[in-house]
C-alpha cells in the first residue's frame, strides 16, 4: 500500500497548511483509484528539494519524497503521487525493462520516457491527473510502450536535459537511482510490479461488477 509516513507530526513541525494540501491529494487518490494499493513509502520533507518547483521525486528502493514547499494544489500531489508510484509498478527502475538491457542506454532520456509513459496512463484514468495534454501531439502514437519513447526521443536528437514531463525541477530527474538498473536473482522478483499486476485486476474486477449491477 502506498503509505503516507508521519503525517500527523509533520503538521507539528511544517507548514500545517501545506502538509494538510498535501494530504487531502494523497487521501483523493486513494479514494478514487487504485493507485493508492500500489506500493510505495511516501515522504514529506522540507529538505533535498529546496526549488518551489519540485514536486517529487522517487528513488529505486520505493521511497517518494514530497517537497512541502512547493506551491501546489491538491490534485497537483496526488498527480505527484500516482506518477512515482507508477514509476515503482512498472518497473522503469528495473535492467530487464530498460532498452538494450540498460547498457549504454541515455539514463535522462529513459527518465523522460518513462516520464511521458506515465503522464499518458494517469491521462487515459480519466482522473483530470495529465499535467500535460500536449504530450500526444507533440510525440505521436505508441504513449505507453516506453521503449518505443526512448526511441523516438533519440531520433529527435533529445539528449534528456529537459525533464519537462517529470515531477522534479524541469532539467533534474525525479527518477533517483537509474544509474544503478535493478537486477533481481532466481526467485526473486520486483514486489511494485506484483502488486501493480493484482490491484489491476481486481479493479477489473470491481468494474465489471459494477457493469453487471448497474445492467440488472
Ligand atoms: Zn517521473
Redesign the pocket.
Known amino acids: 500500500m502506498a503509505w503516507l509516513h508521519d503525517w500527523p507530526k509533520m503538521r507539528d513541525v511544517l507548514d500545517k497548511e501545506r502538509v494538510d494540501m498535501i494530504f487531502r491529494g494523497y487521501s483523493g487518490l486513494c479514494l478514487e483509484s487504485y493507485l493508492g494499493r500500489l506500493d510505495g513509502d511516501i515522504y514529506i520533507k522540507d529538505w533535498h528539494l529546496n526549488r518551489k518547483d519540485a514536486l517529487a521525486t522517487v528513488d529505486s528502493q520505493g521511497n517518494i519524497n514530497l517537497n512541502v514547499s512547493a506551491d501546489a494544489d491538491m490534485y497537483s500531489w496526488a498527480y505527484a503521487i500516482g506518477?512515482?508510484l507508477l514509476?515503482l509498478a512498472f518497473g522503469h527502475f528495473d535492467r530487464q525493462n530498460m532498452p538494450d538491457a540498460g547498457n549504454g542506454i541515455n539514463i535522462r532520456v529513459w527518465?523522460k520516457a518513462?516520464?511521458i509513459c506515465?503522464d499518458r496512463v494517469l491521462a487515459e484514468m480519466e482522473l483530470g491527473l495529465s499535467l500535460h495534454p500536449d504530450i500526444e501531439e507533440t510525440y505521436g502514437t505508441q504513449l505507453t510502450d516506453e521503449k518505443a519513447i526512448y526511441e523516438q526521443l533519440l531520433k529527435l536528437g533529445d539528449d534528456g536535459s529537459g525533464q519537462e514531463?517529470?515531477?522534479n525541477i524541469d532539467g533534474e530527474m525525479?527518477?533517483i537511482g537509474l544509474e544503478h538498473p535493478l537486477e533481481y536473482g532466481e526467485g526473486e522478483s520486483n514486489r511494485f510490479t506484483e502488486t501493480y499486476v493484482r490491484e489491476k485486476e481486481r479493479e477489473k474486477e470491481r468494474i465489471k461488477r459494477r457493469r453487471e449491477t448497474i445492467g440488472r
Open positions: 506518477h512515482c514509476h527518465n518513462c516520464d506515465v514531463y517529470g515531477t525525479d527518477m
